[in-house]
């Protein structure tokens, strides 16, 4: 466990009057709701400049800002959780600022410092702590995100950059467990593409086939290998888990696949207890046979925002089998009390993944 003494490396304008008296905490939604403050770096000269952490509010754009014609932008998620009256904890930061600096390499996005990144989300946090959720389902969402800046239509890398973090209460993803639907028409990634990158193409390709997928009454698309789509990759949201025959399943990374920051501590967590694992090409076939067999035992995803959802039903070309639809499986359960209880201060840190805001 760490835990960071105050010495900040930002400018501060702080608010003049907080918006947190106008907020539910209790039932905050996801991603609608923004505290008071946000982080603003500016990226000119070919360096990052002094970062300020402001109001949060509008930035001031040109409809010919080139993110908004070629997409170049990352982000990350994570969240802050609390941990008791003079607490707040964070979560595998390390993890999440590598993720970033891999997906800014691969979109040619400068990436910041470290200290800025790690220093910018415990500043905000300690100055917005009171915007941390005290129900155990809820936490506050970190949003860290770099972007060019230059307003200019032309197609080539930016000279210029913004990176901001901004935060958000939020509730529960998923309310109930996930209805997926395989697609054999639409892909999310091919290898040499940027599946592994956390930005923004990913997901705007999957936007389509995820609003075909709720018209047919689904939740999200569970993902197939763009080549043969016979291997199972991961969902719209998160990483896909399965347990087949008391295995716990899950595909390998590749380059098409987002490596999950809650992705990895499942899997460290499940050998930490000897469970057997297997991260292997995993046949949407072999997922389906086992369904009918009633060989698959619990399916559930991972992600930030998810944590751990259970999967209750996965319809394949034009077969459906049906998982847990009440509730967690007991392993996606254990995962689930394991990791929740870490974040918040409950369970034993094993790996040593909190940081600890005293506040």
Same mark, same amino acid.
């Given at each position: 466990?760490?835990?960071?003494?105050? &010495?900040?490396?930002?400018?501060?304008?702080?608010?003049?009057?907080?918006?947190?008296?106008?907020?539910?905490?209790? /039932?905050?939604?996801?991603?609608?709701?923004?505290?008071?403050?946000?982080?603003?770096? =500016?990226?000119?000269?070919?360096?990052?400049? =002094?970062?300020?952490?402001?109001?949060?509010?509008?930035?001031?754009?040109?409809?010919?800002?080139?993110?908004?014609?070629?997409?170049?932008?990352?982000?990350?998620? &994570?969240?802050?959780?609390?941990?008791?009256?003079?607490?707040? /904890?964070?979560? %595998?930061?390390?993890?999440?600022?590598?993720?970033?600096? /891999?997906?800014?390499?691969?979109?040619?996005?400068?990436?910041?410092?470290?200290?800025?990144?790690?220093?910018?989300?415990?500043?905000?946090?300690?100055?917005?702590?009171?915007?941390?959720?005290?129900?155990?389902?809820?936490?506050?969402?970190?949003?860290?995100?770099?972007?060019?800046?230059?307003?200019?239509?032309?197609?080539?890398?930016?000279?210029?950059?913004?990176?901001? #973090?901004? &935060?958000?209460?939020?509730?529960?993803?998923?309310?109930?467990?996930?209805?997926?639907?395989?697609?054999?028409?639409?892909?999310? !990634?091919?290898?040499?593409?940027?599946? !592994?990158?956390?930005? !923004?193409? /990913?997901?705007?390709?999957?936007?389509?086939?995820?609003?075909?997928?709720?018209?047919?009454?689904?939740?999200?698309?569970?993902?197939?290998?763009?080549?043969?789509?016979?291997?199972?990759?991961? +969902?719209?949201?998160?990483?896909?888990?399965?347990? #087949?025959?008391?295995?716990?399943?899950?595909?390998?990374?590749?380059?098409?696949?987002?490596?999950?920051? &809650?992705?990895?501590?499942?899997?460290?967590?499940?050998?930490?207890?000897?469970?057997?694992? =297997?991260? %292997?090409?995993?046949?949407?076939?072999?997922?389906?046979?086992?369904?009918?067999?009633?060989?698959?035992?619990?399916?559930?995803?991972?992600?930030?925002?998810?944590?751990?959802?259970?999967?209750?039903?996965?319809?394949?070309?034009?077969?459906?089998?049906? +998982?847990?639809?009440?509730?967690?499986?007991?392993?996606?359960?254990?995962?689930?009390?394991?990791?929740?209880?870490?974040?918040?201060?409950?369970?034993?840190?094993?790996?040593?993944?909190?940081?600890? #805001?005293?506040?």
């Amino acid at each position: 466990m760490k835990t960071m003494n105050s &010495t900040s490396l930002f400018n501060l304008v702080r608010t003049q009057q907080s918006r947190l008296p106008e907020v539910d905490l209790e /039932n905050p939604g996801f991603g609608r709701i923004f505290s008071d403050h946000m982080l603003e770096v =500016e990226y000119q000269g070919d360096a990052w400049q =002094e970062g300020t952490i402001k109001p949060y509010g509008p930035i001031q754009i040109e409809p010919s800002l080139n993110t908004l014609h070629y997409g170049q932008s990352v982000f990350e998620g &994570t969240k802050a959780y609390y941990a008791g009256d003079d607490t707040v /904890n964070l979560f %595998r930061l390390e993890m999440n600022y590598e993720r970033f600096c /891999n997906s800014c390499e691969r979109m040619c996005i400068p990436p910041v410092d470290r200290e800025v990144f790690i220093e910018g989300i415990r500043e905000l946090v300690r100055l917005d702590h009171e915007w941390v959720p005290r129900s155990p389902e809820n936490a506050l969402y970190i949003r860290p995100l770099a972007f060019a800046f230059d307003m200019l239509i032309a197609a080539r890398v930016s000279p210029k950059y913004r990176f901001y #973090i901004i &935060t958000s209460p939020v509730g529960s993803y998923y309310s109930d467990p996930v209805r997926l639907i395989s697609s054999l028409k639409y892909v999310r !990634a091919v290898k040499g593409g940027v599946g !592994a990158a956390k930005t !923004a193409a /990913n997901y705007a390709a999957s936007l389509y086939p995820a609003q075909k997928a709720k018209a047919m009454g689904y939740d999200q698309v569970l993902w197939l290998d763009a080549m043969e789509h016979r291997y199972v990759e991961e +969902v719209g949201t998160m990483n896909i888990f399965f347990v #087949i025959d008391g295995t716990l399943v899950t595909a390998p990374l590749g380059g098409t696949i987002l490596p999950g920051v &809650t992705r990895d501590s499942v899997l460290k967590l499940a050998r930490h207890w000897d469970l057997d694992v =297997e991260e %292997r090409p995993l046949p949407i076939d072999e997922v389906m046979k086992a369904g009918r067999e009633g060989r698959l035992q619990e399916a559930f995803g991972a992600g930030t925002a998810a944590v751990i959802a259970p999967v209750g039903l996965i319809h394949h070309d034009g077969e459906t089998v049906e +998982v847990h639809e009440e509730s967690r499986g007991p392993i996606g359960k254990r995962l689930y009390d394991a990791i929740t209880g870490i974040q918040r201060g409950e369970r034993e840190d094993p790996f040593g993944w909190i940081t600890t #805001i005293r506040i």
